[in-house]
């Protein structure tokens, strides 16, 4: 009797334990869009990791090892070094997405550095375990191939934005895509580190802060950028945050992080 109440509590914990592990993973949306038998052959390989502000994934010209799933409110930027010293970013990446080599197999070198822009908690698994899950449950190299779609379309639009768009738009789309991705309205970066990310001075970058925060869409302290109005911040910006959400709708429907204003 005594053996079996301890066996019982025991499978009650290991229940437990499970679904608190779901609960963690399923805050990416990837994870949570996975069908089950698909989780259920990448969950028994995720580690839970986290992460700092500034550490580096991975660099360009790296073998790719693992595809890292981030959490709620973390996010990465994929980054391409110049040979001047300056650094673009290319993408940015968070709760809605996937992060390392998921569709190709075999050697995969990264072409950007994943940097952590906000710290944080992953889901990492290993390449050599994804691409044994993907072999078992085919949907998931479709779900794979449908993010990447909407990855290489960010990057795209994100070219575009940057040859037409004045600062102030390009600001105010990419703090947009940051409060999604974060799932709060306090931003913790910095108008040194943004204006670095823009390729501006930052006197330059607080000029436009400043008229942001007149019209109320914002307010910033000591590294900290609040989202006071949203529908002021959607009015600011120009189309390619629209633009790069409705594909990710179209391809993944119910990905993209958005939140209401």
Not at 136 to 165: E, M, N
Not at 178 to 190: A, F, N, Q, S
Request: overall charge positive; aromatic content about 6%; proline content about 5%.
């Amino acid at each position: 009797m005594k053996r079996n109440l301890v066996r019982s509590r025991r499978r009650a914990a290991d229940t437990m334990g499970r679904r608190a592990r779901h609960r963690v993973w399923t805050t990416n949306q990837i994870l949570r869009l996975l069908p089950t038998a698909g989780l259920d052959a990448i969950i028994p390989w995720l580690d839970q990791v986290e992460l700092s502000q500034g550490e580096s994934l991975f660099e360009a010209g790296d073998d790719l090892t693992h595809a890292y799933f981030p959490l709620s409110g973390m996010v990465v930027g994929l980054i391409l070094p110049m040979s001047d010293g300056r650094a673009l970013e290319a993408a940015t990446i968070g709760r809605e997405g996937v992060v390392g080599g998921i569709v190709s197999i075999g050697h995969k070198p990264a072409f950007a550095r994943g940097l952590v822009q906000l710290p944080g908690q992953v889901a990492r698994i290993s390449l050599p375990r994804l691409e044994a899950a993907r072999r078992t449950v085919p949907k998931l190299h479709d779900i794979f191939a449908r993010y990447t779609d909407c990855l290489v379309a960010q990057v795209l639009q994100s070219v575009g934005c940057a040859s037409v768009h004045p600062l102030e738009a390009r600001y105010a789309r990419w703090l947009l895509t940051m409060h999604d991705r974060v799932g709060h309205p306090e931003l913790p970066l910095t108008q040194e580190a943004l204006a670095e990310k823009f390729g501006v001075a930052r006197t330059y970058l607080t000029r436009i802060a400043g008229a942001l925060h007149r019209r109320g869409a914002i307010s910033y302290n000591r590294g900290l950028i609040h989202i006071d109005n949203r529908v002021v911040l959607e009015e600011s910006a120009c189309e390619c945050y629209n633009v790069a959400r409705g594909h990710f709708e179209r391809m993944l429907p119910g990905v993209y992080p958005t939140m209401e204003p």
